[in-house]
């Protein structure tokens, strides 16, 4: 079969080979199958084009860049090549498959057909991951049991919920009933991917009610009596009420137990209940409380307002007991603060628990010793209360007389009484320490005087500070506090702290010298500070230099030092003048002639200004030069000086730097050159012909395209206009744009250039059509052709679902695409029109498709109901629309319970609803869920009839009797 083609594709190209062949020179051979450089003899004979050889000689694997493999090494050559133009056919799927997916799936064939053939396996679709992965029963399932419609069925958008496929499962489900269970449409709560039977329900995850105990073991209908799921109560009361009514060991009503049976029970037995004292009531069972029997303290089976405190059932004991007496020392009434729960007899009273803690010899005193005659309330407390006796009988030393307090543990302890001692420290403000441990306290407190007892030194040593001669204490003025020099271990051998004392401290030379050589005559008060002030006369005898005549400062630290006198260090640095490099050498006299320090000039011109008019290469005077020197030179070297060009407004860089100084600075004129490039290069810019720069208006400014690195290869910066190339503009020559060197008002907008292509191009008709002739809106730089319209951003229709994959010419007919509608009327009001299941139109249906249909599936359209002013629940959201829109009517529907349900209510008898007088609101006892077996509360009836029957029992002798 190859052959016979190959042999055709020859036949066909035949004529005009033999056409090319009779007209020699001019007209050359024309080759057929276009610029293809294979050689004729590998398919053609030399004996005629026709027919081609049996086996040509064409490797496609080896010669082309498209290998043929699988279903493709047996088709036809012209099955690809189908003109005899071989070269540039597409090498991708889509260039010779059309897409029957509708563009769902891009253009890559790969991602799930192979050469082989275009079945694919479940397995290759590999982004069938990303949204729903195909595991357990997927896996087996065909594509098209999902994807309607089988190749050319819907693949994108579709949900991934279990429901979208499982609603008719979930609906005929009964066992349970899913629907009238009122289950959650969510299948993988309870099934599994592998297998549909075998559910399990997670009753603690979906109910909240975990089943424990015996409640797992329980068929489900034990509880969800009549298949009934919804409203299931969930409290042990409501199963267990009638067990909770009839137990009597205890009774359960009358002790007013709570209802909630886990208090004592547990689901793994009902029986051998245990209360939990501790946890349930305010009263935790203790000691020998723990084997009373109930009936011991609940008498009667009374539980309630059973008394927790002790007095509640030991009040006789109180009463009774005598030793001592608790009723008449009105000990509390709280058993618990002497005995306990664990044995009655042997109580133990906490004194610690008192305002009064037993301590040392108080703890083994009998309580009968303070506490006289039995009497516990109005015990004093304090220690004068048992020990004034003692207190005013104490003579060694006198309390009384000493005024000493009567608080006995300032000294005394209650473990010993003998042997008191006083803390001078904690007890008075003067702190004993030194020899003052040692005097006797008679020594101070003389006659045992011990209230006024001065604690000042001078109270005591003043005879000692005035009797001192060496140096005499008084006339030198010093303080009269001795703890200044003195301390209290050693008397003599005082130590003055000049430093921490006074405002002068001594160091240096200052410090070995006698007090005499500065307090002449015993003089300490009013010792000058300052320096003058002793060598005021060495200061006024100096002569080299001389001090006085200088105007140096009197303060001698700033030249000398307390350490040494002699070879005194001038810190230059202190004045405006810091000495660096080859200042600090010069000899002071270089600089202050004649021993003059005043008035010495601080600036370079000061001293060398003969230097600077005198340099001449370059003049410095003529060239305007500052008279400030170190603008070049330094302090470390004078010549060699370098100007620093940076500083100026215009900084040298790149072949700037090398160039000599005269160049620019003609003449050696520095001041008033030019900064400019023109200034200099001028002459260059009006002599540049490619591209000619006066003529072409460009800047004067030559750093736009050169360098100051190299002048040649300069490089101008498109995108410094306001027309940056991107794309295709990139390598487009200048003069393209650019016409006859014309570079001024160069247009920047797409039409521009491009206006011609816009007005030829005729699918879509641009012009016809009114688009806009701004060409980035669908074309790019980079890429002309394949221009891709952002239907998104560019109108006010964004394109979703199946409207992405509808052709341009389905909505914008011949070409028009202005006042295309935007709305769903505007396309579909004939499919709105014919719609009879409902009919839409006499229905009054809106146009505004979007209210049911969506744009990726338009059959299957879901009315929201709740949007009305009639939500569905319960019952009514699985009853046919035509229940309640008869005759396919929808306008006008009764929304009251009446409107429908008016035939029910008239022919109920149990009870009887007419007669009975109820209201026509069945949501008063009826719920959407479940239409019998509902109930009102009668809570409200219970209480009227009781208020009835009172008022009866006036007026009816034998109702008075009744309850």
């Not at 005995?339 to 004194?351: L, N, S």
């Not at 040494?564 to 660096?580: E, I, N, S």
């Not at 160049?663 to 490619?690: A, L, R, W």
């Amino acid at each position: 079969m190859k052959r016979i083609v190959l042999t055709l594709i020859a036949l066909m190209g035949l004529p005009a080979l033999l056409s090319s062949q009779t007209a020699p020179g001019a007209n050359r051979t024309r080759n057929p199958h276009g610029p293809l450089k294979v050689a004729c003899e590998t398919c053609h004979t030399s004996s005629s084009w026709r027919p081609l050889r049996a086996q040509p000689e064409f490797n496609h694997n080896t010669e082309t860049a498209y290998p043929l493999r699988g279903m493709h090494a047996g088709v036809a050559c012209s099955g690809c090549h189908v003109a005899r133009v071989f070269k540039d056919v597409g090498h991708t799927c889509a260039a010779c498959h059309a897409d029957i997916h509708r563009r769902q799936f891009g253009g890559r064939c790969e991602d799930c057909h192979t050469v082989k053939g275009w079945k694919t396996a479940v397995q290759q679709t590999r982004e069938h991951s990303n949204r729903f992965p195909l595991v357990g029963a997927h896996a087996s399932v065909p594509c098209e049991s999902c994807h309607r419609g089988a190749a050319v069925g819907q693949y994108l958008g579709l949900s991934t919920d279990c429901a979208a496929c499982h609603t008719a499962d979930f609906a005929k489900a009964q066992n349970p009933p899913h629907t009238s269970g009122r289950f959650a449409i969510k299948c993988e709560s309870c099934h599994g991917m592998d297998t549909w039977r075998g559910a399990r329900f997670d009753h603690q995850a979906v109910t909240g009610f975990a089943l424990t105990g015996s409640h797992t073991t329980l068929e489900c209908r034990s509880c969800h009596v009549g298949g009934r799921y919804v409203g299931t109560p969930a409290q042990c009361f409501d199963c267990h009420n009638t067990q909770f009514a009839s137990t009597t060991d205890p009774n359960h009503v009358q002790a007013g137990f709570p209802r909630e049976c886990q208090t004592c029970h547990t689901t793994s037995t009902w029986r051998g209940a245990v209360f939990d004292h501790a946890a349930r009531t305010t009263f935790a069972l203790t000691g020998a409380h723990t084997s009373v029997a109930c009936s011991a303290c609940h008498v009667a089976g009374r539980f309630a307002g059973t008394p927790q405190q002790c007095d509640g059932c030991h009040m006789p004991d109180y009463q009774k007991t005598v030793n001592p007496n608790h009723a008449a020392s009105a000990f509390p009434k709280d058993c618990a603060s002497c005995h306990t729960t664990t044995v009655w007899k042997g109580a133990k009273f906490d004194h610690s628990l008192s305002r009064f803690p037993l301590t040392g010899a108080h703890t083994s005193v009998e309580c009968a010793l303070c506490h006289v005659a039995g009497k516990y309330t109005g015990t004093v407390q304090t220690c004068d209360g048992c020990h004034i006796k003692a207190y005013e009988t104490s003579t060694n030393p006198a309390h009384v007389a000493a005024a000493f307090p009567k608080t006995c543990n300032t000294c005394h302890n209650t473990t010993q009484w003998r042997g008191a001692q006083f803390d001078h420290a904690a007890s008075t403000r003067f702190p004993l320490t030194g020899a003052h441990t040692s005097v006797a306290c008679l020594g101070c407190h003389v006659g045992n005087k011990f209230a006024g007892t001065a604690a000042t030194c001078e109270g005591c040593h003043l005879k000692d500070f005035t009797a001192a001669k060496s140096p005499e204490h008084a006339a030198a003025g010093f303080p009269k506090d001795c703890t200044v020099c003195h301390t209290t271990t050693q008397w003599k051998g005082a130590n003055f702290n000049h430093n921490a004392m006074t405002k002068f401290p001594l160091t240096g030379a200052h410090s070995p010298l006698a007090c005499q050589s500065c307090h002449v005559g015993g003089q300490f008060a009013g010792t000058p500070q300052t320096c003058s002030g002793c060598h005021l006369k060495d200061f006024q005898g100096t002569t080299s230099p001389n001090h006085q005549a200088a105007g140096f400062s009197q303060e001698c630290a700033s030249c000398h030092t307390t350490t040494q006198w002699k070879g005194a260090q001038f810190d230059h640095g202190k004045t405006r003048f810091p000495l660096t490099g080859s200042h600090t050498t010069v000899a002071c006299a270089s600089c202050h002639v004649g021993g003059k320090y005043t008035g010495t000039p601080a600036v370079c011109s000061g001293c060398h200004l003969k230097d600077y008019q005198g340099t001449t290469n370059p003049n410095h005077a003529a060239s305007g030069f500052p008279t400030d020197c170190n603008v070049c030179h330094t302090t470390v070297q004078w010549k060699g000086a370098r100007f620093d060009h940076a500083q100026t407004k215009f900084p040298l860089t790149g072949a700037h730097t090398t160039v000599q100084c005269a160049s620019c600075h003609v003449g050696g004129k520095f001041t008033g050159t030019v900064s400019n490039c023109e200034g200099c290069h001028m002459p260059d810019y009006q002599k540049t012909i490619n591209p000619n720069h006066t003529s072409a208006g460009f800047s004067t400014s030559c750093s736009i395209c050169h360098t100051t690195t190299q002048w040649k290869g300069a490089q101008f910066d498109h995108a410094r206009t306001k027309f940056a190339l991107t794309g295709a503009h990139v390598a487009t020559a200048c003069q393209s744009c650019h016409i006859g060197n014309k570079f001024a008002g160069t247009p920047s907008t797409c039409e521009g250039c491009h206006t011609p292509d816009f007005q030829k191009t005729t699918n879509p008709n641009h012009a016809a059509a009114g688009f806009p002739k701004d060409c980035t809106l669908c074309h790019t730089t980079t890429q002309w052709k394949g221009a891709v319209f952002n239907h998104t951003t560019m109108t006010k229709f964004p394109l979703t679902g199946a409207h992405l994959q509808a052709q341009c010419s389905l909505c914008h007919v011949s070409n028009v695409f202005k006042g295309t509608p935007q709305t769903c009327d505007g396309c579909h009001l004939p499919d709105y029109q014919k719609t009879t299941n409902p009919n839409h139109a006499s229905a009054g249906f809106s146009t505004s498709c979007t209210l049911c249909h969506t744009t990726t599936q338009w059959k299957g359209a879901v009315f929201d109901h709740s949007k009305t002013k009639f939500a569905l629940t319960g019952a009514h959201v699985a009853t046919p629309c035509q229940s309640c829109h008869v005759g396919n009517k929808y306008a006008g529907t009764v929304s009251t319970c009446e409107g429908c349900h008016t035939p029910d209510y008239q022919k109920t008898t149990n009870p009887n609803h007419v007669t009975a007088g109820f209201p026509k609101d069945c949501a008063v006892c009826h719920t959407t869920t479940q239409w019998k077996g509902q109930g009102r509360p009668l809570r409200p009836l219970q209480d009227k009839v009781r208020s009835d029957r009172r008022a009866c029992r006036h007026t009816v002798p034998e109702l008075s009797h009744r309850q």
